[in-house]
C-alpha cells in the first residue's frame, strides 16, 4: 500500500512538472500541431496574433471576442466539442459582424461570396447582422502557427469582402511589380 502512494504521487509530481500548464501560460510554439483546442489555446491565439481579449464565454463556453489594434472586432468559437471521446473543440468558427445597411443585397452577398471564396458571407435573416467568417477543422492536427495564419485571412480579408457586400466597387488587385 505504501509503495502505490508513493508510486501514485511521484506520478502526479512528474504530471505537473510536464504537462499540467495551461496553453495560455505556455510559451507559443507555432509548429506544434494541434487536433483540438480550449478557451486559454483561443486566448493564447488572440495575443500571439498582437490582437486584445474582450471578452469570453460570450458565444459558448469556448469563445473569445477579440479586437485587432486597428478596432476591428472579431471572434473566435469553438465548435465540435468533447465528441467521441476528444476532450476540447475540433474546430474554431471565426467571424467578423457587421450592422446591415439596405445597400446589403443577395447580389452583393453573392459577388463578395464569388470574390472572396475563402470567407463565407452571410446575412442573418430576420436581424441587423452581415457575417464574414471561416471554419478551421482541426481533427487530424494542424500547427498552431496554421491556425494564426487563419486568422490572418479573416482579418485581412473582411473588410474588403465587407465593402463588397455593402455595395461598394471591389478594389482592383494590385499590379504585378516589373519584371515579375
Known amino acids: 500500500?505504501?509503495?502505490?502512494?508513493?508510486?501514485?504521487?511521484?506520478?502526479?509530481?512528474?504530471?505537473?512538472?510536464?504537462?499540467?500548464?495551461?496553453?495560455?501560460?505556455?510559451?507559443?510554439?507555432?509548429?506544434?500541431?494541434?487536433?483540438?483546442?480550449?478557451?486559454?489555446?483561443?486566448?493564447?491565439?488572440?495575443?500571439?496574433?498582437?490582437?486584445?481579449?474582450?471578452?469570453?464565454?460570450?458565444?459558448?463556453?469556448?469563445?473569445?471576442?477579440?479586437?485587432?489594434?486597428?478596432?476591428l472586432n472579431y471572434s473566435l468559437v469553438g465548435a465540435a466539442c468533447n465528441q467521441q471521446g476528444v476532450t476540447g473543440c475540433e474546430g474554431i468558427f471565426m467571424q467578423v459582424k457587421y450592422t446591415i445597411t439596405p445597400a446589403v443585397t443577395d447580389a452583393t452577398l453573392s459577388a463578395s461570396n464569388t470574390r472572396y471564396a475563402a470567407l463565407k458571407i452571410w446575412k442573418d435573416q430576420g436581424s441587423t447582422i452581415v457575417g464574414i467568417s471561416r471554419y478551421v477543422i482541426l481533427r487530424g492536427g494542424i500547427t498552431r502557427e496554421n491556425v494564426i495564419n487563419n486568422i490572418d485571412v479573416l482579418i485581412g480579408v473582411s473588410p474588403a469582402a465587407a465593402g463588397i457586400a455593402f455595395g461598394q466597387a471591389p478594389t482592383p488587385p494590385a499590379a504585378p511589380a516589373a519584371g515579375n
Open 1 to 71: 500500500m505504501v509503495r502505490f502512494k508513493a508510486g501514485l504521487l511521484a506520478g502526479l509530481a512528474a504530471l505537473l512538472v510536464t504537462g499540467a500548464t495551461p496553453a495560455g501560460a505556455q510559451a507559443f510554439n507555432g509548429s506544434q500541431v494541434i487536433s483540438a483546442v480550449g478557451i486559454a489555446d483561443l486566448q493564447q491565439f488572440v495575443q500571439q496574433h498582437g490582437d486584445s481579449v474582450v471578452q469570453t464565454g460570450q458565444a459558448g463556453n469556448v469563445s473569445v471576442l477579440a479586437k485587432t489594434k486597428s478596432g
